[in-house]
């Protein structure tokens, strides 16, 4: 069985601080991230546990993939793909966890 995967962006309250993820179970992975499951984490340390940008892909290595091109690009480029699917920036988890 092939298993897909989900590339994430999280930010805090201010959007001051981006985290980019990747996960092969979205709703679990964000639900440890709202609750702070690892507490020495950059996201529980940084209140980094807003969902605003979500991207699937039909295997994990090509979630993987896109994780990594995703780092590997600048800060401003992280906001432009964030603002492509939320110009708001609102915290997709609402809508995610009714998935």
Same mark, same amino acid.
């Given at each position: ?32 991230? %709202?609750? /702070? #499951?690892?507490? &020495? ?10 969902? *605003? ?24 480029? %992280?906001? /432009? #793909?964030?603002? &492509? ?10 809508? *995610?966890?009714?998935?």
């Amino acid at each position: 069985m092939v298993r897909g995967g989900t590339v994430y962006i999280l930010t805090n309250f201010t959007h001051t601080t981006l985290y980019t993820g990747v996960t092969s179970e979205l709703l679990f992975r964000i639900k440890e991230h %709202k609750e /702070k #499951l690892y507490p &020495s984490s950059f996201s529980s340390k940084f209140n980094v546990d807003v969902l *605003v940008y979500h991207s699937s892909f039909l295997t994990i290595e090509e979630a993987i993939a896109e994780e990594k091109r995703i780092k590997g690009g600048s800060r401003a480029k %992280k906001i /432009k #793909l964030i603002q &492509s699917m939320n110009p708001n920036w609102k915290d997709l988890w609402e809508e *995610v966890k009714e998935w």
